[in-house]
């Protein structure tokens, strides 16, 4: 019996040692292995990191992951530029090498941040089958402290086929102060030029934190190059309180490249008002650096409401410094509100080769002026006694430029004043013409001795025979005591006008 048991016991022992071991695996596990989470703020980095499938426990290994999509996500005030990534398989122990553009913002607060990773993808489950999986890991980063820098203004006189400089003022918006900096200017725009070549370099011995320096650098420009907008490139080396050394990331710095020649408005003066016709006169300069040749003055059309009578007005050739005067008739239409209008102004011109040049528009503010009175009212007798009555005469002069033609007056009062024959009519007044106009009014003879308003408007034709009402107008009439012993010898000489209904310029139905 116990031999039998012996033999058993080996055969068990040889059929075990026989049959291979069955191989454990685990799902696949992804994680982020980053090298050097440091980020730099003020401009975009490129952060490089491993995407490895390592699975946990202790498994033989990792089944491999394929498929794998992508899709990081912002963390705070970090920008992610980089929309998606992906690969195609991800086994275990082989990581695969990846890299994402941050958008780290300069005034963002140091410390850590977790960038969120998205990720999708398949993997066999050992059965033949595939599995799809989506989960989310995430990628941490660091933000330093220290020195971070901001471009915060430029100014650009660099003008096409020519030379100029660049002013750029950036401020140490970090946290501590730099040493030893380097700021390096750079254009990879074929036709612009920093320095003698495509880059130039500026040192700052100290930039102490919130500090600004403002560095000059020469521009060129070549011939093939467009007036507007290019992008430049900067970068700054510095050196920590610490002794340790940083570099920011790129730093765009915009460059206006302005047009060949400038020229600035000067002297403007405007005499528009709402619903006429005025000038806008001025003086143009030639700033350099050459001369203009058959230049013309243009002006664009600021609206609908304002209408240039002319766009285009020749001052003929100026050489650089050398000024001309130019004058634009403006019409304003009625609709115009009486507020300071932009109005941009521009030069074309002919350069020493005879080509035919534009120069960039100078935008002005030009003041619109509240529309002047069409008439001038004048009383001739404007004092009567309490109880008595007679004719109320007006003169009316035409202010307009223009004739106007079929002018119906009227005019209105309140008790104690009354009229029996409250219109009068002229044919026609020229610019600057007067006339007199005759009405009836009376004063009851209980009326209180002092000045009353007696109110008057017009109708009438414009010169394009569009009928106008007028605005409304006060007209002083002074009643006397009917024991005063009658008028005094001398009229009220002047009238005070008070625009009391804005009816001027609009087309209007005569009242019944």
């Known amino acids: 019996m116990k031999r039998k048991l012996c033999t058993a016991l080996i055969v068990a022992s040889l059929l075990a040692s026989a049959v291979p071991a069955v191989a454990l695996t685990s799902n696949p596990n992804i994680q982020t292995v980053t090298p050097d989470p440091s980020l730099q703020p003020g401009g975009v980095n490129e952060l490089a990191f491993q995407l490895v499938n390592d699975g ?53 607060n140091s410390g850590t941040y977790r960038i969120p990773l998205r990720l999708s993808y398949e993997y066999d489950n050992g059965a033949g089958n595939d599995v799809e999986r989506e989960t989310t890991i995430y990628l941490p980063v660091r933000v330093e402290s220290g020195p971070r820098f901001d471009v915060v203004d430029t100014a650009s006189t660099a003008t096409v086929s020519g030379q100029g400089t660049l002013e750029v003022t950036v401020k140490n918006v970090g946290d501590d102060a730099a040493y030893d900096s380097e700021l390096t ?115 664009q059309d600021p609206g609908p409401t304002i209408t240039p009578v002319e766009d285009s007005v020749a001052v003929g050739s100026l050489d650089p410094g050398e ?108 610019p600057g013409e007067s006339e007199t106009m005759v009405f009836q009014l009376s004063a009851d003879g209980d009326a209180t001795a002092k000045t009353y308003p007696v109110k008057m408007d017009f109708q009438y034709d414009d010169e394009d025979g569009d009928t106008i009402i007028s605005d409304t107008y006060q007209v002083p009439v002074e009643v006397m005591s009917s024991s005063g012993g009658g008028p005094p010898i001398v009229p009220i000489a002047g009238v005070v006008i008070v625009l009391v209904v804005a009816g001027g310029g609009l087309y209007y139905r005569r009242r019944g």
């Open 323 to 430: 000024s001309a005067a130019f004058s634009f008739e403006v019409e304003v239409a009625s609709s115009a509100s009486a507020v300071p209008q932009q109005f941009d102004f521009g030069v074309s011109y002919r350069d020493q080769d005879d080509t035919a040049r534009q120069a960039e528009a100078v935008p002005k503010r030009v003041m619109i002026s509240e529309q002047s009175p069409e008439f001038d009212v004048e009383p001739v007798n404007g004092t009567f006694g309490a109880g008595s009555g007679g004719e109320f005469e007006v003169t009316v002069t035409n202010t307009r430029d223009y004739a106007v033609s079929d002018v119906s007056a009227k005019i209105y009062m309140n008790s104690p004043l009354s009229s029996s024959d409250d219109e009068a009519f002229i044919g026609r007044l020229e």
């Open 56 to 108: 946990e426990g202790a498994e033989d290994g990792t089944r491999a992951a394929h498929n794998v999509h992508i899709r990081p996500r912002d963390a705070g005030p970090i920008e992610v530029e980089t929309e998606q990534l992906y690969v195609e398989q991800l086994p275990d122990g082989t990581p695969a090498e990846l890299s994402l553009k941050l958008n780290v913002p300069s005034n963002v």
């Open 185 to 299: 200017l750079s254009s990879s725009a074929p036709d612009v030029s920093v320095g003698s070549n495509k880059s130039s370099t500026q040192f700052v011995d100290v930039w102490e934190r919130n500090e600004n320096r403002t560095f000059e650098f020469d521009i060129g420009l070549r011939d093939s190059a467009s007036a507007g907008s290019y992008a430049l490139s900067s970068q700054i080396d510095f050196e920590k309180s610490d002794g340790t050394t940083g570099s920011t990331p790129s730093l765009t710095v915009p460059l206006r490249a302005h047009s060949e020649m400038t020229f600035e408005i000067s002297n403007l003066n405007s005499s528009l008002r709402v619903s006429e016709e005025g000038a806008v006169t001025g003086t143009i300069t030639n700033t350099g650096p050459m001369p203009a040749d058959n230049a013309v003055v243009t002006l």
